[in-house]
Structure formats: structure tokens, C-alpha cells
T-cell receptor
Framework: DVKVTQSSRYLVKRTGEKVFLECVQD?????MFWYRQDPGLGLRLIYF???????EKGDIPEGYSVSREKKERFSLILESASTNQTSMYLC?????????????FGPGTRLTVT | DAKTTQPTSMDCAEGRAANLPCNHS???????VYWYRQIHSQGPQYIIH???NNETNEMASLIITEDRKSSTLILPHATLRDTAVYYC??????????FGAGTILRVKS
């Protein structure tokens, strides 16, 4: 089975802190994604990566950056956390083509910024 | 853009079939219909997809109308563990999934 793991299930940070969210997948998938999920707004794509060191902005990249130094690991970075970044963060991965619709999600990290 | 319309919530008795409708009247000829679900405190999970023909797998069946303007996801024997938010998706931009609000399915004993 594909496994996508995220470093923390719950995280509490202070405003202005730099925050790292880690995601690891074990199926050699080319693509990896970061979403945030908020009540009433559904899932929104922040960034995605289709290869090592490659990244593309999603719909809401402002305030975030990403890093993909190894194929299995995709990190989301909040350079200076703000209260409006309190949310559920979901990582996903899938193969490069063919079955691009079938994304595998991690369990999520609920981040609270105070 | 193809957009979907789903009921906000539905209830289903345990052991009965759960039929979740989705309207996608502006779907284009080459766009697939995908279904995901999200159980509380977990990430979304892929269920099934289809283009024109009805599809069935170990989790569910997907019935797509001939004009492709609507579809129905069928869970043949719903259990309490099927309580979740079900998303019907007909827009995939490149490798991106575009999730709507979904339907909250409550399976009751």
C-alpha cells in the first residue's frame, strides 16, 4: 500500500515563527502536493512538485515556500507564520502520468498559529 | 470550467445502499468524473472514476448518465465506517484536483 506520512498531526506555533511541515511518501511517486483545508473553502492547492528540485505554485502560494531535495520528501515552509495560516495541511502524491487522478493523501497536520 | 453540484448532506441506514448524486451539466467530452471521500481526521481517499461507461470496483459503483450531465456513486451496503464527506470532481487541471464542498454522508444504525 502507498503510504504518505506527515511529520506531525498537531502543531502549535507562535506568530512570526518559521514553520516546517514535512511529508514523505514511500512509493517512488514523481508528483507531490501540499493543500490546505478550511471549513467552507474545501481543499486548496498551495504548491506542487513534479520532480526533485522542481516546484510550481498552486492557487494560494502566498506566505509559503517548498523544498524537494529528495524524491520521497516534500517540505512546506511558512517563512513567518501568521494567524490566518491556522489550518489543516494535507500532503499528497501520485505517479507522473496515466493515473494522475489517483492522489494518495497523508493524514494531515492541524496547525494552530497563536 | 466544469463544476459540480452535490447535496450538502444525506443520511443512509446501515446495510442499505447509499446513492450519492452529482450534477455536472457543463462537463466536456474528455473530462472524467472522479470520486473521493474524506473520513473525519483523515486525508481524502480515491474511490472510483469514469468517463462514459458505468464502473465498479471493490469500494463502489459509478453510474454516469448517457448525456454525462450527472452521475451517482453507489455504496451497495453502507456501514458506519462509510460516514464521510464524499467529493465529486470533474475538473483536473494538469495533475491538480479541484475539490468542491462535497456531500456529508451519515450512515446510521
Amino acid at each position: 500500500d502507498v503510504k504518505v506520512t506527515q511529520s506531525s498531526r498537531y502543531l502549535v506555533k507562535r506568530t512570526g515563527e518559521k514553520v516546517f511541515l514535512e511529508c514523505v511518501q514511500d512509493m517512488d511517486h514523481e508528483n507531490m502536493f501540499w493543500y490546505r483545508q478550511d471549513p467552507g473553502l474545501g481543499l486548496r492547492l498551495i504548491y506542487f512538485s513534479y520532480d526533485v528540485k522542481m516546484k510550481e505554485k498552486g492557487d494560494i502560494p502566498e506566505g509559503y515556500s517548498v523544498s524537494r531535495e529528495k524524491k520521497e520528501r516534500f517540505s512546506l515552509i511558512l517563512e513567518s507564520a501568521s494567524t490566518n495560516q491556522t489550518s489543516m495541511y494535507l500532503c499528497a502524491s501520485n505517479v507522473g502520468s496515466g493515473r494522475a487522478y489517483e492522489q494518495y493523501f497523508g493524514p494531515g497536520t492541524r496547525l494552530t498559529v497563536t | 470550467d466544469a463544476k459540480t453540484t452535490q447535496p450538502t448532506s444525506m443520511d443512509c441506514a446501515e446495510g442499505r445502499a447509499a446513492n450519492l448524486p452529482c450534477n455536472h451539466s457543463t462537463i466536456s467530452g474528455n473530462e472524467y468524473v472522479y470520486w473521493y471521500r474524506q473520513i473525519h481526521s483523515q486525508g481524502p481517499q480515491y474511490i472510483i472514476h469514469g468517463l462514459k461507461n458505468n464502473e465498479t470496483n471493490e469500494m463502489a459503483s459509478l453510474i454516469i448518465t448517457e448525456d454525462r450531465k450527472s452521475s451517482t456513486l453507489i455504496l451497495p451496503h453502507a456501514t458506519l465506517r462509510d460516514t464521510a464527506v464524499y467529493y465529486c470532481i470533474v475538473r483536473v487541471e494538469g495533475n491538480k484536483l479541484v475539490f468542491g464542498a462535497g456531500t456529508i454522508l451519515r450512515v446510521k444504525s
